[in-house]
């Protein structure tokens, strides 16, 4: 399938009797429908290159993976790829959480939005970044406001990925 690159956003042309672009977002829920395209963001396209499903063009020039990934580094959200694509490998259903002050709102395997609620925000956190306490106290309480399990995805120098599920607790 392609995909065409244009201001960090990479669109799918939507043809007849090709529904494959739909199929992506009603069945997997990657990116915006409108009604002659699908729009992925960096994120979503780069997860689809890797896996085989998707070849991006720019300027109609075939572009490596490693050219979306530079993009990815140069934009400072490498981090948030790998916890993206790291969910995304172990299942789960993963759309923006901006609006909550999070990364991502992530659905539980087989639900997604038009289903059912999320059930985590996801905060990508680098173990070198310096959180100030009353930061991490807005992510719990924005959380736990909407009804909300926090998980702290942390990435470390070698780029693993540890996760920490903060709950709201009473004393």
Not at 22 to 29: A, C, E, F, H, I
Not at 123 to 140: C, G, I, M, Q, R
Not at 142 to 150: A, E, F, P
Not at 155 to 167: A, G, K, P, S
Request: aromatic fraction near 12%; proline fraction near 1%.
């Amino acid at each position: 399938m392609r995909g065409d690159l244009c201001e960090g956003i990479v669109t799918i042309k939507i043809e007849k009797g090709n529904q494959r672009a739909v199929s992506l977002n009603q069945k997997s829920q990657f990116g915006k429908l409108s009604e002659d395209c699908l729009e992925l963001s960096l994120i979503e396209a780069c997860y689809l290159m890797e896996s085989g499903r998707l070849d991006i063009y720019e300027n109609d020039e075939k572009c490596d993976v490693n050219y979306i990934i530079d993009l990815i580094k140069e934009e400072e959200i490498y981090g948030k790829y790998l916890v993206y694509r790291d969910l995304k490998n172990r299942g789960y259903i993963i759309k923006t959480g901006f609006k909550y002050g999070s990364e991502f709102r992530l659905y539980e395997r087989g639900t997604g939005p038009g289903h059912a609620h999320s059930d985590f925000l996801v905060k990508v956190l680098y173990e070198t970044n310096e959180v100030n306490v009353l930061d991490f106290a807005s992510y719990v309480r924005v959380s736990h406001g909407v009804n909300k399990k926090l998980l702290l995805a942390v990435v470390d120098d070698d780029l693993d990925v540890t996760y920490y599920n903060i709950e709201w607790t009473r004393p």
